[in-house]
């Protein structure tokens, strides 16, 4: 039986508060019973982190082992020439691709050859390259009548192609009416012609690269020519050229610059078109005539691109300038478009000065 904890007082089992004194009763709460609590699992026996783990240590493996399949481990080198020397030939057709390097044509004939393209390269191998050169050349030369047709492209593959070296002079024969198909994936493409012979057609063009052609007085063009480069500079000299003919002069960068200089001081046995246009990057124009050769120059840019001009005996307003005697006999016109962001500045010097009666 219970008893009251002040005054002594026996109490009911039920009693709330001492019946004598009023003192309320003291309740005991038993204790809770303990749940034991189960131990967390150790790291290195929970299967997601076992889990991770190994997923990280594949991939680093797949990471290792491809770095170690395509690390240079040996190089190559190349060096060949290929060529044509089939006599009674007077026309020379080319058409060459390269994917990577320098390609470099001249007017200049190697003992009794109508064309030479030597191709020489340099790189590296990885493990899986094997010790074959990853550089391919094709060549096939075919002549029907008078005429040689050469189809060439050059080829590196491997996964370190990107870092191949690669270099490519073509030589043809000045004395063949030539006409010229020249392209490359990346890397610079140029046409060199100082010595006479006569260009019936010319096309250089490289996707990521410069493009330069360059004519002396010696040169006759009897037909058109086109410069272009998607990414890079376009550059373009001719210097008292032979024009034969009504032809064109397309000189064209979707991003960079586009550069002529053209000096024509000779009466030309035809007319010159000049279409030159850029997407992002400025137009240089360096016009140097006199007697008989007349010019006319168009220019349009966007809202926010200049037209800057520099001329001597030429007259008009920025958009539109020519020499005091257009039109003449012999008429270069030269048609200048930016159509995204950049300017023209044009240097225009008709030598002889006329004075008007």
Known sequence: ???????????????????????????????????????????????LVIGGIALIAILLSA???????????STWNYGTPYTDSTPGVRNLNLNFHSDIGRVNVMTTQTGNSNILIYVSGNGSRG?????????????????????????????VTGSL????????????????????????????????????????GLRLHTTAGEVEAQLQSNVTVAGNITL????????????????VGNNTLALHSTTGTVTMDITQTKT???????????????????????GGVAAKILSQTPAFGDINTHLNNFQGNKTQI??????????????????????????ANYKTNIISS
């Open 127 to 155: 493990i899986l390259g094997g010790s074959a050169i990853p550089l391919n050349v094709t060549f096939s030369n075919q002549t029907v009548g008078d005429t040689l047709t050469v189809d060439s492209a050059v080829t």
């Open 322 to 347: 020519q020499s005091p005697n257009y039109p003449a006999v012999s008429n270069i016109e030269i048609n200048n478009r930016v159509t995204g962001l950049g300017s023209i500045n044009i240097q």
């Open 63 to 73: 990471v290792i082992v491809a770095a170690l399949l395509i690390a240079p481990i």
């Open 228 to 243: 272009s480069t998607t990414t890079g500079a376009v550059n373009y000299r001719m210097s008292e050229t032979n024009i």
């Open 161 to 200: 192609s990107a870092m191949a070296s690669v270099d490519i002079q073509i030589f043809v024969n000045p004395n063949l009416n030539l006409n010229l198909n020249v392209t490359s994936n990346t890397g610079k493409v140029s046409f060199n012609a100082d010595k006479a012979t006569t260009i019936q």
């Open 1 to 47: 039986m219970p008893y009251c904890q002040r005054c002594g007082n026996p109490l009911d089992e039920n009693a709330r508060f001492c019946p004598k004194c009023g003192t309320p009763v003291a309740t005991t709460v038993p204790p809770a019973t303990a749940v034991p609590v189960k131990p967390p699992k150790p790291l290195h026996k929970d299967p």
């Open 268 to 290: 030309l046995q035809g007319n010159l078109s000049v279409d030159a246009e850029t997407t992002t990057g400025s137009i240089n124009v360096g016009v140097g005539i006199d």
